[in-house]
């Protein structure tokens, strides 16, 4: 029997590939949840019980929440990232950590091959074969998703053929649950035009009463709500989350462009990232300068691509890492944010760094560190060349 390593998740696709690979292939398949969070205790047993009854030959769970704050999560906020000014990288961000765990696992138990439930046309496939590849090139990949061309309906048949139980209607929704967001797909985001139920999203809304919170940032982390502190920013982030998520905010719909050349859509709910991307954003606008603010975002936006595409262990990541680290030490202090119903509100900020500091001068008011004889001659020397070039073209008209 061959060993193999499922990268697991309960849901359809998984489900399918861990009784494909046992009951029709022979394999001996150990079942890996990789937790990113966005599960609870409950959901973790559930998981597991549903994976022995498939008659896995073992179920483990891996938890790199923590891995995956530090090892990325804690960049994209350095680096603002929202893929096409919407996304932030929710599922994208945390295949990355997933397949690494799933292809350490299976060099550490002697696993002949890995498995993974990605389709044939999304960019999960290119994520996770490229991270076996170059992580544990002696280990097999197996994809039966994507190499039996199956359709989601072709899934549940199959399943139900068997005699597995599971929440078929649900199902019609793929749902990716981590602590950086989560994904929803359905037959909506097939088509340019629909836009999801509001029984497709996750967090139901429940708050309609508006909400002030503070968040506090130190060197660009977030390190405390409403003035609680938290030892760490994962446990900030999952508060902001169970805060914001039941106004709604943080849904919506990314449109772009898949690794393997055509558009994709998929819709998201990602309350806390949003929020936190936003108002690092603002108060990064008060501490840092012009140019540190510039290229920030060439090299974010960079970063933040690259690791779509799957090429987070791309050395020049390290890098920009080191770079993004580097320019968060003056970002530090409080952030208002206003919580509606499907909408927030940045208010303002509160920084010992706040680079719009009074004492300087007041923008459109009064300044304090320099004259207006001053302003006159460096407005001539500034315009200088244009007006030299003007002048030049003029003559030779």
Not at 234 to 239: C, E, M, Q, S
């Amino acid at each position: 029997m061959k060993k193999v390593v499922l990268a697991y998740s309960g849901g359809l696709d998984t489900t399918f590939c861990a009784l494909h690979l046992s009951k029709d292939l022979g394999h001996e398949v150990h079942a890996v949840l990789v937790n990113t969070g966005g599960f609870s205790s409950k959901e973790l047993q559930d998981i597991e019980q549903r994976a022995h009854a498939l008659g896995v030959a073992s179920f483990r769970i891996l938890d790199v929440v923590q891995a995956y704050y530090d090892q990325v999560i804690r960049f994209l906020v350095y680096g603002n990232v929202l893929k096409n000014d919407t996304y932030p990288l929710s599922v994208s961000a945390e295949r990355i950590v997933q397949a690494k765990s799933i292809a350490e696992y299976a060099k550490s138990i002697g696993a002949q091959a890995v498995a993974h439930g990605s389709t044939g046309a999304g960019n999960d496939q290119v994520r996770f074969d490229m991270i076996f590849q170059i992580l544990a090139p002696e280990v097999e990949i197996i994809t039966p998703i994507r190499d039996l061309k199956l359709s989601r309906q072709e899934e549940i048949d199959y399943l139900k053929k068997h005699g597995v139980s599971m929440n078929f209607e649900k199902a019609a929704y793929s749902v990716n649950k981590g602590i950086w967001g989560t994904s929803v797909g359905g037959k909506e985001t097939l088509t340019s035009s629909d836009y999801l139920p509001e029984s497709a999203w996750p967090t139901p809304v429940t708050e309609t009463e508006p909400k002030e919170v503070k968040l506090t940032f130190v060197q660009g982390q977030i390190k405390a709500i409403d003035g609680v502190s938290y030892s760490s920013s994962v446990d900030a982030i999952l508060k902001l989350q169970s805060l914001a998520a039941p106004f709604g905010i943080g849904r919506d719909i990314h449109v772009g462009d898949t690794i393997i050349g055509i558009k994709g859509r998929v819709g998201f709910e990602a309350a806390a990232p949003v929020i936190l991307i936003k108002a690092h954003q603002l108060i990064e606008k008060h501490t840092l300068t012009k140019w540190q603010m510039y290229w920030k975002k060439q090299v974010a936006e960079f970063y933040g691509n690259h690791l779509h595409e799957g090429h987070f262990l791309d050395p020049v990541m390290r890098n920009f890492e080191t770079f993004l680290e580097s320019t968060q030490e003056q970002v530090s202090g409080d952030v208002r944010v206003l919580l509606q119903p499907y909408r927030f509100t940045l208010l303002g900020i509160t920084s010992d760094h706040d680079l719009m500091s009074a004492k300087f001068g007041s923008y459109g008011e009064m300044n304090k560190g320099y004259t207006g004889e001053d302003v006159k001659g460096f407005t001539r020397i500034l315009g200088n060349q244009t007006a030299i070039f003007h002048k030049v073209k003029n003559s030779n008209d």
